[in-house]
């Protein structure tokens, strides 16, 4: 089969369920994945055959499409900051927002020569910590997660790109001390509310780990807090927590911050939204 016909059914069937951009976005990636062809390539090649098993591939990716599976679970992986990380159902994929949230702390840290102790909290795909570890060469990295299947994948990404992250099972909402002082504190936590669901697109909403995504309407903060609370007790003086945050609540954490004694403030996100806190503890015995 000539893949130039399949090309055709593919947008054609898929015209219903994204804009003509987004399938020519998946098209060209699917195409790299199963036939190991650039988009020059294929211009050059506009009678391209495709075997019976990739005909089998891009059909299945088309029907996974139409139901808004997100194109990082069809393709099992994702960028993020310049390196592929493995992604699944188990794991958040990695967006943008958190990019910019790696670059804060790199702008802060990326000249400090003595080590550095960061713990992250949620490591999901490991896509923070590992980033981290990448460009911070004085970094002691260590990262924690409540779910084993996410710390597997985790695992795997830090071995992938060749990158050492201490990865530990850990539920944090049940944690009394951090057991050790850090320079650096940082959670991209659950932070939307039932009530933001309208809000979501159904990629998200059906195919990605509510555990790491939701929290009860009546207390969304919960995270955010009781990492402040441990952050507190563990972080050195003039060490810095940093926070991905509910654009709708960026005042109500802050206050929540300022309650356990960091100075803080807010960064909007590339959206222009409230995304992202920084808190640095001035002094001992904040509580």
């Given amino acids: 089969m000539q ?3 399949f090309k055709k059914v593919f947008f054609e ?9 987004e399938v020519q976005s998946f098209y060209f990636m699917l195409t790299q994945q199963f036939l190991g062809k650039s988009r020059l390539e294929l211009a050059l090649e506009p009678e391209c055959e495709i075997l019976e ?3 089998n591939q891009f059909q299945d990716a088309l029907d996974r499409l139409k139901i808004h599976e997100p194109i990082q679970h069809i393709l099992e992986r994702s960028e993020f900051f310049g390196l592929t990380f493995k992604v699944s159902k188990e794991v958040l994929i990695p967006r943008p927002e958190t990019e910019e949230l790696v670059s804060w702390i790199l702008e802060d840290f990326s000249s400090e020569e003595k080590l550095i102790r ?3 909290i949620g490591s999901g795909s490991g896509c923070i910590p590992i980033s981290l570890a990448k460009n911070l060469s004085s970094a002691e990295v260590h990262s924690w997660d409540v779910s084993a299947e996410a710390l597997k994948i985790a695992e795997f990404n830090a071995k992938f790109n060749n990158l050492g992250v201490n990865f530990q099972l850990k539920d944090i909402l049940e944690t009394k001390d ?5 320079d650096v504190i940082v959670s991209n936590p659950p932070y939307v509310r039932n009530l933001e669901k309208k809000e979501m697109h159904a990629n998200v909403l059906n195919h990605e780990p509510a555990l790491a995504l939701y929290v009860d309407d ?3 903060l919960i995270f955010h807090r009781k990492i402040s609370e441990l952050a507190a007790k563990n972080l050195k003086v003039g060490g810095s927590l940093y926070f ?8 109500e954490t802050l206050e929540i911050v300022r309650r356990f004694g960091f100075e803080a403030g807010l960064k ?13 503890k001035k002094n001992e015995g904040a509580l």
């Fill in 244 to 251: 991905e945050i509910n654009q709708y609540l960026g005042a």
């Fill in 218 to 220: 009546k207390d969304p």
């Fill in 3 to 5: 893949l130039a016909n």
């Fill in 178 to 182: 951090l057991e050790q002082e850090f």
């Fill in 268 to 280: 909007k996100d590339i959206f222009g939204n409230d995304r992202m806190l920084r808190a640095i």
């Fill in 53 to 55: 098993e990739q005909r």
């Fill in 118 to 120: 960061i713990l992250d």
């Fill in 13 to 21: 069937e898929l015209s219903d369920f994204y804009p003509d951009t």
